[in-house]
């Protein structure tokens, strides 16, 4: 607008500029472009008082005179344009608001689910036609998921908002527990009474405990692809639209295993070709190509859709998984009943597949966790407990939280060597949250799984301090430690007491057996190191670099000890009783 140009200046003004005459236009503006005249004409589009544009004509010549006949028919010219202009700005607003009142009605995220793996999206239609299609999820009270797409007959804000009602009331029949076919009856009953809902189509399931029920109301069959088998519709389960009077509503039923494939769709992702049939077929050959994976299987549609397909789309993929029960355990304000629990994890890890390393991390961290509530929450009382749960979510990560109902004392203004459990389960953990609160503490933690490490190695034995967990050998110089015990608060005295009665200028601990060591026995070894240093002996420690334990060292913080940390144990000669 601020350009020193014709256009610029009607629309900045209003006028009309009529060049009849070359003086005309290099009056008020630099000369024209070579190759074209000075004379022409340029008119703002007004609708009532506003200017919404502007028009110019130009001639080859740099002379012409404009009679009013002319300057009519340039004038209707221009209204006629103000008018269509005025028309698709209103039309690309309607559609603005449609589009975002949908986007703005269907879930921001969907709930995450030990029964399926859920990709969605939302394609709007070209030229504005968007707001009838929806989509939603819900995890129901005993793990299972339960699903819907629906599509509502109609577009722009009208249907966006008959959209957000049936959403709504789907939501509600679902939570209720009721079977697919018992909510689309509800639902067509509802639709009755909601101006515009008539006739709208919808696909309800529930997934999970390996058994999928389904129910269609005048909507698409789902399609479902088994793990080494074609894809396939599912053609039970089908009843009339919403509020139609028909046959009722049945429902269908299905054996669907681990990683079986479904996918809930609306017509416009099949009738972009005006031919059901072979729209059908083709999303089946484009889903068996696809695969499994819920994410490459809308994403392949999507692209094949384009951007702006003829008709809205809504689109929804699950894979479905196992439904794992959660780890759930709850132990006494006892630090003996720590390495229970740490085994209680350790078996339901390695049930779950999880690799043995990673599962080290996880078990330090529980561990980390139940300590603190078995130490802090009732002020050393045993007749207090604390609760565990582990669960593996959709995206293949494990929700741990650990609650106690004491009450923690203050933390003292100087530590001291205490303080590094927080720091350990931050280090080994995707992210770690402590809520404290009337009621007592809760701490909740992620961690995502990843795929197996080099070298997987089985976890060593835990065992308690005592017998063939502790051994000694003889160096030149001094003693070689070899610990295979765990080392938690309950056990970092008895171990530590044992460690102080070896005698040498140099003490040697070989943690290559320890399958756990906590920050209670970082503290102890630390401890000791500086007790040795004081009496003009040295600490030397072995752990597997990359290990968890060796991990521990160096998070909970060795650093600035007189301790070295070593590869590899030294030669020593033949073992002798501690």
Do not use: K
């Amino acid at each position: 607008l601020d350009s020193p140009f014709p256009l610029a200046a009607v629309l900045r003004g209003g006028e009309e500029l009529w060049f009849e005459r070359r003086t005309d236009w290099t009056r008020r503006f630099a000369p024209p472009s070579p190759g074209l005249g000075a004379a022409g004409v340029c008119v703002p589009l007004r609708m009532g008082e506003e200017t919404v544009g502007a028009i110019a004509f130009r001639f080859g010549e740099d002379e012409r005179r404009f009679a009013e006949s002319d300057r009519n028919v340039v004038r209707a010219m221009a209204g006629q344009c103000a008018q269509a202009l005025e028309r698709a700005r209103l039309y690309e607003s309607e559609r603005r608001a449609a589009e975002t009142l949908q986007r703005a009605l269907l879930p921001a995220e969907l709930p995450p689910s030990r029964a399926a793996r859920v990709e969605v999206r939302y394609l709007p239609a070209a030229g504005g036609r968007s707001g009838g299609d929806f989509y939603d999820a819900l995890t129901l009270p005993d793990g299972r998921l339960s699903v819907v797409v629906g599509d509502v007959v109609g577009h722009g804000t009208e249907a966006a908002a008959i959209m957000g009602q049936l959403r709504s009331a789907w939501r509600a029949f679902a939570l209720a527990g009721a079977g697919p076919a018992t909510v689309v009856r509800r639902l067509s009953h509802f639709a009755e009474r909601v101006d515009g809902a008539r006739v709208a189509t919808v696909a309800c399931a529930v997934v999970g405990d390996g058994s999928l029920r389904y129910a269609c109301a005048g909507h698409p069959p789902p399609l479902l692809r088994r793990p080494g088998e074609p894809p396939a519709y599912l053609m039970d389960g089908r009843g009339p639209p919403l509020a139609v009077r028909g046959p009722g509503h049945a429902e269908g039923r299905q054996e669907v295993p681990p990683g079986s494939l479904l996918l809930l769709y609306t017509d416009g992702v099949v009738e972009r070709r005006r031919d059901l049939e072979l729209g059908l077929a083709d999303l089946a050959a484009l889903v068996a190509e696809a695969g499994h994976d819920p994410r490459a299987v809308v994403e392949r549609i999507a692209a094949e859709l384009g951007p702006r397909p003829a008709d809205d789309c809504a689109l929804m993929a699950l894979a479905t998984s196992a439904m794992r029960a959660p780890l759930r355990v709850t132990i006494p304000a006892d630090p003996e009943a720590l390495a229970g629990a740490r085994g209680r994890v350790r078996d339901w890890l390695a049930d779950e597949g999880v690799d043995p390393d990673q599962a080290d991390e996880v078990v330090l961290a529980v561990s980390e966790a139940l300590a603190n509530g078995v130490e802090h929450a009732y002020g050393g009382a045993r007749d207090g407990e604390v609760e565990l749960s582990i669960e593996r979510a959709w995206d293949d990560a494990l929700a741990v939280e650990v609650r106690d109902r004491g009450r923690w004392r203050p933390p003292p203004e100087d530590p001291g060597l205490r303080g590094r459990g927080l720091p350990l389960m931050h280090a080994v953990m995707e992210s770690v949250r402590v809520e404290r609160g009337d009621e007592g503490t809760t701490v909740r933690m992620r961690y995502r799984l990843g795929p197996a490490r080099d070298e997987p190695r089985r976890t060593p034995p835990a065992t308690g301090p005592g017998g063939s967990a502790l051994s000694t050998s003889a160096l030149p110089d001094g003693t070689l430690a070899r610990l295979r015990a765990e080392v938690d608060v309950a056990s970092a005295p008895r171990v530590g007491a044992w460690l102080r009665e070896l005698r040498g200028d140099r003490l040697v601990v070989d943690l290559g057996g320890v399958p756990h060591l906590g920050s209670a026995g970082v503290r102890m070894l630390v401890e000791l190191a500086l007790d040795l240093d004081r009496d003009g002996r040295r600490l030397e420690v072995v752990a597997r670099a990359g290990g968890v334990v060796r991990r521990a060292l160096e998070v909970a913080g060795v650093a600035g000890a007189p301790l070295a940390l070593l590869e590899r144990p030294p030669p020593a000669s033949a073992g002798l009783s501690p």
